[in-house]
């Protein structure tokens, strides 16, 4: 059987702020069987994952690139990889066949190809919406999970921010904060979103930077006693101002720095004399390198779901034509939770 | 017995670079003798600690301050408190007794008077030069110890970069690296100081940083395979030349940032991307909080130098007087290793 297959390209690098007019949708027909020997599985794209950091794979060059795979450049006209949840159609590997429900790295479109040794593995579907196997319960989980236990080494009753709390992994992070018994205030881009912040995850408090016009002043007024704890997802002055208001020995997880993907001259310039004199640590991570917290962020994160202690925002668009509006919108902060893009009914 | 005291002070809070007429000398009056009952002691200064974070102190305004004694503010037309090595003259404290040699708190004075409670030890002389417990055996040689050991972590073989690498504190990290086995390229300002580096100190290599004028190109050429360990007493661009070019799981020791401490608006702003996706960590500490590796950092540092193996490097100037001019030519890059002012024999 032979299918059109769509697929999300980009059409040059982006350096700037992203565009729905830098992507370009191609087709290409895909025969759905595998030819005898072959070591390749075809599965069609159920939910996949438009994260910020993709972005900066999309720029002309990173002198982080090839560091790590959610660095590798991608290159125009190429099909886009991405994290996401598909359904087997065929397979010419033993470990899957057909029908099998899988998470892991596909493509920007409706079908992808998966050869041999490809980032995916069987989903255990637990009685949760197949879109928890996109973000809550994968890396946008293990990332606000292994970056605030790991990281951050919390203690209770300790003193936490969270910037882009109203994100996929903020929102997480900020209710982990909670449930470990810290004190959270989360800052987000509109009334809106404090509002969820509060009145839905039980932050503590919440702001929105863009009323304010003096963060460091607006730290301070958050928190009087200082912070102990920030959690970084937008760089720049957030972070200069929370290391301002920091307690001695305080943790800045370096989660993301999403104000500063779009503008290569902005920057973090913290006062480092404070860093020295209040021992602070800062530290940049990535979830793939805590794989040894990740049975203990599963049956964590499901027994709180399960008890109704953790909302699970998600954003979802749907169809593929929907991805380069999705992508381009988390630069505009216009996504509550995780964003996701439907493609086909389970 | 009455003497007159010389004793230094600062005339303003200084905020840009420092000059000698920001200070003055001031004389009094002083009784060699303890009014009965009176919990102190009366030392006389032999050596008096030089160092740029006093700096930090002497500004009109610091958000770290009151954060550790450290950075506690100094008062203009008052002593000024500084570490040093003195013999005790009269003790009304019965831990002392007259001619002790004690090594602690004092002020920039010829004599000080050091309440019970002062943070004063005795000196177990084991046959070095008195000066050395000032620097190799006090706070800069357990900063380089502690500092190396206790926050870059490193391994054999690792790649460490150092700058300011002639002062008091870089000289020994250095020294320390390569003793353990880490290969070692240091920066200075002077071509006199790298030659010290590469033949006195056994550093693998070094670089005049004044000669260089693209510092991410420089050490680039320095480490082609990358630095896993930056110990930081610098700041500003030299950070920020560091972060691009280090490995992954690469550690930054947060030590100090001289080349900020004149200009406040002077600031490093690291590539945090960078940092996420290397998974850096930097982070700011001090000497003190780190008293564990005491012992071990002083039989390390006697075995060396009795050895042979680690070079201890001093620059004493001589007589009270010679203070503001001494303080004020470290942020020249005059010293060449521990700064310090010999005030009388022993």
Redesign the interface.
């Known amino acids: 059987m032979e299918v059109t297959n769509r697929y999300v390209v980009m059409r040059n690098h982006i350096d700037g702020t992203p565009q729905e007019s830098d992507f370009e949708l191609k087709t290409e027909a895909l025969s759905l069987s595998i030819e005898p020997g072959k070591k390749e599985l075809i599965v069609k794209n159920l939910y996949l994952s438009i994260d910020p950091y993709q972005l ?1 794979r999309m720029k002309q060059k ?3 690139q090839e ?2 795979s ?2 590798r450049a991608v290159k125009p006209s190429e099909a886009i990889d991405a994290y996401g949840v598909a359904r087997v159609v065929a397979s010419g590997i033993p470990a899957f066949k057909e029908d099998d429900l899988v998470a892991g790295l596909l493509t920007w479109g409706e079908y992808s190809i998966v050869k041999e040794g490809g980032l995916l593995n069987k989903v255990d579907n637990i009685g949760f919406p197949i879109s928890h196997h996109v973000g809550v319960l994968a890396f946008s989980g293990l990332t606000a999970y292994a970056g605030f236990f790991e990281i951050c080494k919390p203690k209770k009753g300790e003193k936490v921010f969270v910037s882009a709390a109203s994100g996929s992994v903020g929102s997480l992070v900020g209710q982990y904060a909670k449930l470990f018994g810290c004190y959270v205030v989360g800052c987000a881009s509109s009334q809106k979103k404090v509002d969820l912040l509060k009145q839905k995850l039980g932050f503590d408090e919440a702001f929105n930077y863009k009323e304010e016009t003096d963060l460091k002043s607006t730290l301070k007024r958050y928190f009087p006693d200082g912070i102990d704890i920030y959690f ?1 997802n937008v ?1 720049a002055e957030m ?1 200069e101002a929370a290391v ?1 208001n920091m307690n ?1 020995f305080g943790r800045v997880a ?4 999403i104000s ?2 779009t503008d290569k001259g902005r ?20 979830a793939g ?1 805590h794989m040894k917290v990740y049975k203990d962020f599963i049956s964590d994160t499901v027994e709180h779901i399960q008890a109704g202690k953790l909302q699970v925002l998600e954003d979802i668009s749907h169809g593929l034509e929907s991805i380069p509006s999705a992508f381009v919108g988390l630069f505009r902060g216009d996504n509550i939770g995780k964003k996701m893009v439907q493609l086909a009914d389970d």
């Not at 370096?254 to 720095?257: A, I, L, S």
């Not at 920057?267 to 530290?283: E, F, G, H, L, S």
Request: with cysteine.
């Open positions: 900066n990173s002198s982080s560091t790590t959610f660095a970084d760089g972070l301002e001695t370096v989660c993301g720095v500063e993907y920057r973090a310039a913290p006062n480092m004399v404070d860093v020295i004199y209040k021992r602070i640590t800062m530290q940049g991570f990535l390198d």
